[in-house]
């Protein structure tokens, strides 16, 4: 991860960055190999910082998108790859900027109507305080997207690729299931960076395969009945739902799809938390 914010970071001020980049080459050839052949698709690579990743990626892809948001480090990289003409390098927050014009049509191409969208591949050593938000994000955006190779702290990589019953499955493990498969590659030492953060890291994949249709479940109503779901994770999930759902109809929810009263959340399968959904509607 190139950056980790210190745990003293608190209160409504922005994370304090603190940049640890990738030093370990033969870590970044394994990440780069992960994405597979992309001589002929666009990687957009998150957070390139000093350009470790981005030197591969330049040699192997038919495009490269970088979103750096330090001011400092985007000038470098904009200057070191002038003259590669199939780098672009972004100044920007990936939060906020507008990714509909970062994936569209490049300038002086046209496009129609029937025009399939080219989906990209995603890389990047993401901050561990975005981590769920950027995520949430290419989501949303997955009709540009499809995979992602992300370096994210080790904890977070065992949460999002954690199976039901375990205490690791979670919110963010629910999500990131119902909208990709997940796998987790392989772990990576703090001394592969430089400075070595004091946490460990892990590089997981995540492909996109939406479930929403499988499921039968609308997208945003079900989102929600997730959080609801995880909102206290020491409640069973009829306690978490009897904010919103009266105690009949959680009842009878219950008895239809053969869920005990005493589940947690984290116990469900998405298929169980779909099916507890639809009976509740």
Do not use: W
């Not at 991860?1 to 209160?11: E, F, T, Y």
């Not at 002038?82 to 939060?95: C, F, K, W, Y």
């Not at 990576?188 to 953060?197: D, T, V």
């Amino acid at each position: 991860m190139p950056r980790v914010i210190s745990s003293a970071a608190a209160g409504k001020k922005k994370p304090k960055l603190g940049q640890h980049f990738l030093a370990d080459e033969s870590a970044a050839v394994h990440i780069v190999d992960a994405l597979g052949d992309v001589s002929h698709r666009t990687v957009f690579e998150v957070g390139p910082g000093k350009g470790v990743l981005t030197s591969m990626l330049a040699k192997r892809s038919r495009r490269l998108i970088a979103v750096e948001l330090d001011r400092v480090l985007a000038a470098q990289l904009r200057m070191e790859f002038a003259t590669s003409h199939n780098v672009e390098i972004i100044e920007g927050d990936v939060l906020a900027i507008d990714l509909n014009t970062v994936f569209g049509q490049r300038p002086g191409t046209t496009h129609t109507e029937n025009q399939a969208v080219e989906r990209v591949t995603v890389v990047g050593n993401i901050p561990y305080y975005i981590t769920s938000d950027l995520l949430l994000r290419l989501f949303e955006y997955r009709n540009y997207v499809e995979s992602m190779v992300l370096m994210v702290q080790l904890e977070v990589a065992d949460r999002l690729a954690a199976e039901p019953g375990g205490s690791e499955y979670g919110l963010l493990s629910a999500t990131a299931q119902l909208y990709s498969h997940v796998e987790k590659l392989f772990d990576l030492p703090p001394q592969a960076f430089s400075p070595p953060p004091k946490v460990h890291s892990a590089v997981v994949r995540l492909t996109i395969e939406p479930k929403l249709e499988e499921l039968k479940v609308p997208e945003k109503e079900f989102i929600d009945f997730l959080k609801l779901s995880f909102s206290q994770k020491r409640k069973t999930l009829c306690n978490n739902l009897k904010s919103r759902y009266d105690s009949p109809r959680l009842k009878s929810a219950l008895e239809q799809t053969g869920i005990q009263p005493t589940i947690r959340a984290e116990a469900l399968s998405l298929e169980d938390s779909a099916a507890v959904f639809r009976a509740l509607q």
